[in-house]
């Protein structure tokens, strides 16, 4: 099975994937009891992409980079975009760990490019606003 035969309210998936990013995990309260929930970008052989909704625990084990497989999963539907999960009946294992890639950091700045012509802009801009300040 791969990614693209995939579609909405689709169980028993079986796949064997590739994680290519994942998103800072959130909590949330249901019924009183808190949980975490986290989106992963996942990719087959073919390079086609889907969003993996992870949960609690499976957060913690699963990584960028690692090869996943997924067994009896189900794909719903969030906002018009298919996610897959695990579900209530499935499972996620690691198949193979990845290196993983650097963390991310989340933050409100707008990142440079590491190019040392926008360190310089930055830095000018900067040295303005402190001249502006002070005089």
Request: proline letters at 3%; aromatic letters at 6%; hydrophobic letters at 30%.
């Amino acid at each position: 099975m791969e990614i693209k035969d995939l579609h909405a309210r689709q169980g028993n998936v079986d796949l064997t994937v590739e994680v290519v990013d994942k998103s800072a995990p959130r909590t949330f309260d249901k019924f009183g009891k808190q949980g975490r929930v986290c989106n992963a970008k996942i990719k087959d052989g073919s390079g086609v992409t889907i969003t993996l909704t992870l949960w609690n625990d499976e957060i913690d084990r699963i990584d960028v980079g690692d090869k996943i497989k997924i067994t009896n999963g189900y794909v719903g539907e969030w906002q018009g975009e298919l996610q897959l999960s695990a579900g209530k009946f499935g499972k996620i294992e690691v198949v193979e760990k990845g290196a993983g890639a650097p963390p991310k950091v989340y933050t409100n700045v707008p990142q440079a490019s590491g190019s040392e012509e926008l360190e310089q802009e930055v830095e000018d801009e900067e040295s303005e606003e402190v001249e502006e300040e002070y005089f």
